[in-house]
């Protein structure tokens, strides 16, 4: 069954700053599968493109190296280079 992220979900999880903070989020949530968190990580992260050491990676390892991404924050779009046409 496919989640619905709700702006209440992401801020949830956008609040977060541990693996622990993220499952007990989900927790919350009453998302319990591993690919129900995948989807959600991945829309949160406004899909990010992710590589895998491994061809076929295992939900469980797609949750992890997502995970990782999200909490080091190489996800974000970084706008520090565009000048702002006010300056």
Same mark, same amino acid.
């Given at each position: 069954?496919?989640?619905?992220?709700?702006?209440?979900?992401?801020?949830?999880?956008?609040?977060?700053?541990?693996?622990?903070?993220?499952?007990?989020?989900?927790?919350?949530?009453?998302?319990?599968?591993?690919?129900?968190?995948?989807?959600?990580?991945?829309?949160?992260? *406004?899909?990010?493109?992710?590589?895998?050491?491994?061809?076929n990676p295992?939900?469980?390892?797609?949750?992890r190296?997502?995970? *990782?991404?999200?909490?080091? *924050?190489?996800?974000?779009?970084?706008?520090?280079s565009?000048?702002?046409?006010?300056?």
């Amino acid at each position: 069954m496919a989640v619905k992220v709700t702006a209440e979900l992401s801020n949830k999880i956008k609040s977060c700053s541990s693996k622990e903070q993220i499952d007990s989020a989900f927790e919350v949530m009453n998302i319990t599968t591993i690919e129900e968190k995948v989807n959600s990580l991945v829309d949160i992260m *406004g899909d990010p493109i992710v590589f895998y050491s491994c061809a076929n990676p295992t939900p469980e390892q797609q949750y992890r190296s997502l995970v *990782g991404s999200f909490l080091s *924050g190489i996800w974000k779009p970084d706008f520090s280079s565009f000048k702002s046409s006010n300056a």
